[in-house]
């Protein structure tokens, strides 16, 4: 439940940052403003290519789910 409010309350922010930069402001504090995985709602490890981190993107990688991707091996 945690991990829930805290991806709902980053989507709220960084609408709001969005928002004022549209309308030409500047955000007071812009570095508030960080990336979560949109499965797990990790902030570390994220890529942004992906909107995933590092641990959900190597599932997904390993059961096919993202299209060009493959595990190597050699």
């Known amino acids: 439940m945690a991990?829930?409010?805290?991806k709902v309350k980053t989507?709220?922010?960084?609408?709001?940052?969005?928002?004022s930069l549209a309308a030409g402001k500047?955000?007071?504090?812009?570095?508030?403003v960080y990336n979560r995985c949109k499965?797990?709602?990790?902030?570390?490890?994220y890529m942004r290519k992906f909107e995933m981190c590092r641990i959900c993107f190597r599932e997904h990688a390993v059961k096919g789910m993202i299209m060009g991707i493959k595990k190597s091996s050699w």
């Open 39 to 45: 499965l797990c709602g990790r902030r570390g490890g």
């Open 11 to 19: 989507a709220r922010k960084k609408k709001a940052l969005l928002a």
């Open 26 to 32: 500047k955000p007071k504090f812009p570095t508030r």
């Open 3 to 6: 991990r829930l409010s805290l």
